[in-house]
């Protein structure tokens, strides 16, 4: 079984959609969260981060973390064109150490 | 937060050649890790570099083909020996603050 495991898609979604994304994993030990976009030929973009179980809002993006479940999400309100990336969660133990990362999932909104 | 830069941003190199990457981060940090980010595939951790110690590889990378520097606390590089197509990948550095952060990548092409 992989540490972070993610649905690889490809998802295609009409533009003003809800996205849900999501990874489970199977350390107990992780306790930092993140969510990275990247677009074709670029490296990754921190979207957002949390730390333990709770949710976090930043504009249209919301990420949630279930810890009991050892499972995340990350919400896309209202998606846009510019949206369309791959989208790769990873965690670690600590903000610090190595972070392990999901096999990403390919978005695509369409206009 | 941290910024990290990467030189060369992308390469293409010959077959049997060897390639130096640099990362600089704009702070010092403990630790610095290096990920290969191959075709259509997420991010793999190759190694671990702590300042003043050696690199710590992870399972399936060897000090041989990827060897590291890290001279001080605000850089780092990696070398890729021995190049074959195979080793076309993105390879980036990153850093860990409040969160990971990365650099750009380095986008290398072996004919």
């Known amino acids: 079984q992989k540490e972070v495991e993610q649905d690889p898609g490809p998802l295609s979604v009409p533009e003003g959609a809800i996205v849900s994304l999501n990874c489970t994993y199977s350390?107990?030990?992780?306790?930092?969260f993140m969510w990275y976009r990247q677009y074709s030929r670029k490296g990754p973009e921190l979207l957002m981060y949390?730390?333990?179980?709770g949710n976090k809002e930043d504009g249209r993006f919301t990420a949630q973390v279930d810890k009991s479940s050892k499972y995340i999400s990350l919400f896309i309100r209202d998606s846009q064109p510019s949206d369309s990336a791959t989208y790769l969660c990873?965690?670690?133990?600590?903000?610090?150490?190595?972070?392990?990362f999901g096999p990403g999932t390919s978005l695509s909104v369409i206009p | 937060s941290a910024v990290i830069s990467q030189k060369p941003s992308r390469d293409i190199c010959q077959r049997g050649t060897s390639l130096t990457i640099q990362c600089q981060v704009d702070?010092?940090?403990?630790?610095m890790f290096w990920y290969r980010q191959q075709p259509g595939q997420s991010l793999t951790l190759i190694a671990t570099?702590?300042?003043?110690?050696?690199?710590?590889?992870e399972s399936g990378f060897v000090i041989d083909k990827f060897p590291i520097s890290r001279p001080n606390l605000t850089f780092s590089t990696l070398t890729v020996s021995n190049m074959s197509p195979e080793d076309s990948s993105i390879y980036l550095c990153?850093?860990?603050?409040?969160?990971?952060?990365f650099g750009p990548g380095t986008r290398l092409t072996v004919l």
């Open positions: 990153s850093v860990g603050s409040d969160t990971q952060y």
């Open positions: 350390n107990s030990a992780f306790q930092y």
């Open positions: 949390t730390y333990s179980s």
């Open positions: 990873a965690m670690s133990r600590t903000s610090y150490d190595k972070v392990i």
């Open positions: 702070s010092q940090v403990t630790m």
């Open positions: 570099a702590n300042q003043g110690s050696e690199a710590t590889y």
